[in-house]
């Protein structure tokens, strides 16, 4: 599986960046999707998850209402709409797959990883 990141950039507080995640060499329409970040010195955390039919299923609570997770099964792609960006928001931003068997709901049991893309939101 390859999964590929893009979207990152450096961004004003209030400002609003979309992540994309494209996949290739799985199924990707059976595979529960997720984007997770990690700050320097934080742990991962898990944002926001997705299951095979496109409706989200997690959300970070810090991310509700600011944070909509997406997927294009045509496009084998997963986004990351992200609005009203803050500071503590800075973070790599990666997104993550697992097969449906093992159930949409929750960030955990994720088995292929991309390699993020940065974000950084200056206030």
């Known amino acids: 599986a390859l999964l590929t990141e893009s979207g990152g950039a450096s961004v004003q507080a209030g400002g609003s960046l979309r992540l994309s995640c494209d996949v290739s060499g799985i199924t990707f329409e059976r595979y529960c999707m997720a984007w997770f970040r990690q700050a320097p010195e934080k742990q991962r955390e898990g944002v926001a998850a997705?299951?095979?039919?496109?409706?989200?299923?997690d959300y970070i609570h810090s991310g509700k209402g600011r944070f909509t997770i997406s997927r294009d099964n045509d496009k084998r792609t997963v986004y990351l709409q992200m609005d009203g960006l803050k500071p503590e928001d800075s973070a790599v931003y990666t997104c993550?797959?697992?097969?449906?068997?093992?159930?949409?709901?929750?960030?955990?049991?994720?088995?292929?990883w991309g390699l993020g893309t940065q974000v950084d939101v200056s206030s």
């Open positions: 997705i299951d095979t039919n496109g409706v989200p299923t």
């Open positions: 993550a797959a697992k097969w449906f068997e093992s159930g949409c709901r929750g960030f955990n049991s994720f088995r292929y």
